[in-house]
Every structure is written in C-alpha cells, then in structure tokens.
C-alpha cells in the first residue's frame, strides 16, 4: 500500500539544506490528523513557503492526490539548493509541483492573489540575533532573528494576500515565539486559529496552528485582547496537560 506522507529514505538530502526533524513531522503530523477536512476542504491551490527538502510539501501531495484530483501544488524556498533537493524528493515519490526559488512568495504574490486554498510553512523560528536571518544557506532555515519572529512576521501579510476566501494556513511556531500574539495579530485581520499539534522535545515546545477566515463580525468586535490571549492560554494548558497525562 503506498504511503501516506513522504518516506524518510527517499528524501533528498544537502548539507546546506535543513533536514526533516521534530518540526517538519509534527506539521505533517497535523496535515495527517487534519486530513478528512483537507479532502472535504477540496483544494485547487497548495503552497509550501519555505519547503527546505520537500518532505512536507510531498507530504501534503501524497495526503491528497488520490482523493482530490486536479490540485495544483507549489513550494518555495530562498536557499537555490533547497529547490533542487525539493525536485529531487518530488520525483523519488512520483509526484510533481512547481518549485520556485524565491523569498517567501516575491515573484507570485500578483498572479496568486486570492487563490490559494491551502498554505503551509514551516518558517525560520529559532531566535537568532537579527544579523543572522536571511543568511545564505542552512542558516537561512533556522534564524529568526529576535523572539524568532522576524522572518514569520514578514510572512503573515503575504499569507494573507494569498490566501482564497476558504483558505487554510498551517504554522510551525515555538512557545517563545509568542503564538498568542501571533494569532490576535491574524485575529485582527479576520482569522480565526486553533492549536492542531502540541508537541514537546527535549529542546523545544512545538505548536503548530492552523488559521481560516472567520466571517463572524460580532464575535470579533466583542473580542479584546486580553480575552483573547488567556482563551490561547488555557486551549494550550489543556494541550499539554493531556500530553503529560
């Protein structure tokens, strides 16, 4: 029976291109746990930003393609390498989507406008001193400057642009990034969010969150901030009370 998701001994490898880790399976693991809404969801347009080896975007294909016919899959990475590893795991799995290298979404943002439905990114989170982000090379996929934001700040107003009316767009984020503020900042521009993976290592605590357009004005209005945050709050104590349970 062939796999799901991306198999680890057909993905293509560079040393200056990041590897699957913690990070890269749990945001698969949330496509996967996602997976009957994706199929419902019934996408035409896919993106990865940021696709580094290409195991999440082939991931994300291989979730779909035999139960979503005709999606059209993109991935985008600033690291010239990356794109070419990402071709070559694409076609070890037999599946196919137009790799571009580029920052963020630069040379699409005009033509995608609006149309995507389905947007995934596994951004540069790490804190790093600012002088780091945007280095060539691997170091491109980890340094997010201060708090590790830099680089995910810059991507949530392209994503936004991007996104269709029913779009969806899984995050990878840390607890020190302050995904709470991540999500009020998306929260004011008419996202709602939810924590689809919670996910705790020896070295960090993974969230991975998952934004859609919310059409409920009055909800938003009512809203404060402050309500909000301690909401995010207690969702991510419950989260990790289960985990340790």
């Given at each position: 029976?062939p ?9 293509s490898s ?6 699957p880790?913690?990070d ?9 746990a ?5 199929i419902d969801h019934?996408?035409?347009i896919?993106?990865?930003?940021g696709?580094?080896s ?10 779909l ?19 070419r ?7 070890a799995h ?35 001193p600012?002088?780091e982000?945007?280095?060539e090379g691997?170091a ?12 995910i700040d810059k991507?949530l107003?392209?994503?936004?642009l ?13 607890t020190s ?7 009020l900042?998306?929260r004011k521009?008419?996202?709602a969010s ?14 991975i969150?998952k934004?859609w357009?919310?059409k409920d004005e ?13 909401q995010?709050s ?11 349970r």
């Amino acid at each position: 029976m062939p796999s799901r998701i991306a198999e680890i001994r057909l993905v293509s490898s560079h040393r200056e291109v990041y590897e699957p880790c913690d990070d890269s399976f749990a945001l698969v693991d949330a496509l996967l746990a996602d997976r009957t809404n994706l199929i419902d969801h019934n996408p035409k347009i896919c993106m990865e930003i940021g696709c580094g080896s290409g195991y999440v975007i082939t991931s994300l294909i291989l979730l779909l393609k035999n139960e979503v016919p005709g999606v059209h899959y993109l991935a985008t990475d600033t690291n010239p390498i990356a794109t070419r590893v990402t071709k070559e795991t694409l076609q070890a799995h037999g599946v196919d989507a137009d790799v571009i290298c580029t920052d963020i979404a630069s040379c699409l943002e005009k033509r995608l406008a609006g149309s995507v439905d389905v947007i995934v990114v596994n951004p540069p989170y790490v804190p790093t001193p600012e002088y780091e982000v945007g280095m060539e090379g691997i170091a491109s996929a980890w340094a997010g400057g201060e708090n590790g934001r830099t680089v995910i700040d810059k991507i949530l107003p392209v994503v936004d642009l991007l996104l269709s009316e029913k779009g969806w767009f899984y995050l990878v984020t840390l607890t020190s990034n302050f995904p709470a503020e991540i999500c009020l900042m998306m929260r004011k521009k008419g996202y709602a969010s939810r924590i689809v993976v919670q996910r705790s290592t020896e070295e960090e605590n993974l969230l991975i969150l998952k934004f859609w357009r919310d059409k409920d004005e009055e909800s938003l209005k009512k809203e404060t901030s402050s309500s909000f945050v301690s909401q995010f709050s207690r969702s991510l104590s419950s989260l990790m009370e289960k985990q340790w349970r």
